[in-house]
């Protein structure tokens, strides 16, 4: 078959474009080797909300437990696991229907490059003006013997029960996340993390707090440990790091991702790639072969968030339909781990603003001891703004607490916008609030 438009990949950046460019009245189809929906939706960002948002409760309550709670509550993991699928498996039916009802012709199966333009997908074959590649991306390999004994975040994010014992491999933000789920859970957890700073991405300040409080709430973190081999036993697994061994009954490989490139035969289709994704210039179009274009994470460009890959959506469909235009801004851009206490950050680091020489100072403060905090018992709490002095513009926000990742999008239209930090102080927050918090920050 002939189309103008096809795209691979049915997550949130394949939706965008193929009913953004079918409303602008191209021929379009979408295939996807997967059930329909993407990682975010079925097996990523919202699932793992679903497990956060439920954790997180049982967290404050054991902070609050001797000071108002009688008894913290438990995690009900069947009951929990019944709400997640409740959303999740509703997803693929809803998605390929919509897409069927707006005229997208659907295909299951591997797609693999034939030629610049074209793609086979099991015993069809279909020729297209422009294709997109929205794949994503899959779990890293480890590389170690017995690797096969790992799973993936998306196993953890469906199981049936909470296994005892539960190490998570590599300290990024999927292990800090479901660690903190796992804990809460019921189960002996732990972390192990090659290098000695985990959440790199980060300030280092907030994460240190962040790994000292978790470790007082009886989660084990190891750094410096990298993981060389792991065994089954007749009493689970055994995992040997760092010259350690450690034993569990569930081995989570969180490592890190990579795009996932599975039968797409690239070179086929003349589309150059390296390990970080697929090689674009400015408007997203593949440096090698202008027929086709790559959006979210399996690109070489912009952090791998489903925000990004929204927005390399619309510039993509912008891109085809108004010729090469729109290119993707990626400065500014807030992102969230959810751990127990979650942390938040948008704009610059310290470090960035050391190496480009800013003339820049920082706020720190250490919220705990505001009612805020008290009132929910919490024990990490703090705030780090960094303010560029000839301006007195906000540069970088980094905040560490229950509640961060809302307060955080604030924080980001300062940043965005250029606000100063006397502009903020003229704002009058609903109080008493986190948000309300802000203006001590910027004493």
């Not at 193929?18 to 993407?38: N, P, Q, T, Y």
């Not at 890293?140 to 953890?156: K, T």
């Not at 729109?326 to 992102?335: A, F």
């Amino acid at each position: 078959m002939k189309t103008d438009i096809l795209v691979i990949g049915t997550g949130t950046s394949g939706y965008t474009i193929a009913h953004g460019l079918k409303k602008e009245g191209k021929s379009v189809a979408i295939a996807d080797r997967r059930s329909f929906g993407g990682t975010c939706a079925k097996r990523g960002c919202q699932p793992k909300k679903y497990l956060v948002a439920n954790t997180e409760i049982v967290h404050l309550a054991k902070s609050l437990e001797g000071r108002g709670i009688l008894k913290s509550p438990e995690v009900a993991w069947t009951d929990l696991m019944a709400l997640k699928r409740d959303f999740t498996e509703k997803i693929s039916v809803s998605s390929e229907k919509g897409f069927i009802d707006a005229g997208i012709e659907v295909f299951h199966g591997d797609a693999r490059f034939t030629g610049n333009n074209k793609v086979s997908i099991g015993d069809v074959s279909i020729e297209a003006d422009t294709i997109i590649l929205a794949v994503g991306s899959v779990p890293a390999n480890l590389g170690i013997p017995g690797e096969e004994y790992s799973v993936d975040s998306e196993y953890f994010l469906d199981m049936d029960t909470m296994p005892q014992r539960v190490i998570f491999i590599g300290g990024g933000y999927i292990s800090f996340e479901l660690a903190g789920v796992a804990h809460m859970a019921g189960a002996e957890t732990t972390i192990l993390h090659r290098s000695i700073q985990p959440l790199k991405q980060f300030d280092p300040d907030l994460v240190n707090t962040l790994v000292e409080t978790m470790r007082a709430d009886g989660l084990s973190l190891i750094t410096e440990h990298p993981v060389e081999k792991i065994e089954k036993t007749e009493q689970g697994f055994k995992v040997t790091a760092g010259g350690e061994y450690f034993f569990a009954d569930l081995l989570v490989n969180a490592s890190g991702r990579v795009p996932d490139f599975k039968s797409l035969d690239l070179e086929a289709g003349n589309v150059n790639f390296g390990s970080k994704g697929i090689e674009v210039n400015k408007y997203l179009q593949s440096s090698s072969n202008p027929d086709v274009f790559a959006v979210g994470d399996c690109v070489a460009s912009g952090p791998n968030l489903a925000t990004v890959a929204d927005m390399q959506a619309e510039i993509v469909v912008a891109n085809i339909m108004n010729g090469n235009s729109r290119i993707p801004d990626y400065t500014n851009i807030p992102s969230a781990v959810f751990s127990l206490p979650p942390m938040a950050t948008v704009g610059i680091s310290e470090k960035e603003a050391v190496k480009q020489n800013l003339d820049f100072r920082i706020n720190i403060m250490d919220q705990t001891s505001m009612p805020s905090s008290k009132r929910i018992g919490q024990k990490a709490a703090m705030y780090k703004v960094i303010i560029e002095n000839s301006t007195e513009k906000i540069i970088g926000v980094h905040i560490l607490g229950h509640n961060a990742p809302e307060v955080i999008n604030t924080y980001a239209l300062a940043v965005k916008f250029g606000h100063t930090i006397n502009e903020l102080k003229t704002v009058l927050w609903a109080y008493p609030t986190h948000s309300s918090d802000m203006k001590y920050s910027l004493k």
